[in-house]
């Protein structure tokens, strides 16, 4: 999902959440209430669903 400057995309049990620059990491099969950050400890995986969060904006049309 994108809502101005917020976006989130998931991958299986992987949830990447941006908010401006800050991102957030969330392994939902075992946090399903999205309370531990997990980012720091799995920078490969934040990489990986950032570049298929903004590929996924870049198709989205652009407000007026």
């Not at 990491?25 to 997990?38: C, G, Q, R």
């Not at 720091?40 to 007026?64: G, H």
């Amino acid at each position: 999902w994108a809502d101005g400057a917020k976006s989130a995309v998931r991958l299986g049990r992987w949830k990447l959440k941006k908010t401006g620059s800050a991102n957030e990491l969330f392994n939902l099969s075992k946090d399903i209430s999205e309370k531990k950050n997990v980012a720091a400890a799995n920078p490969s995986i934040v990489t990986k669903l950032d570049r298929q969060r903004a590929a996924w904006l870049a198709t989205l049309p652009l407000s007026q």
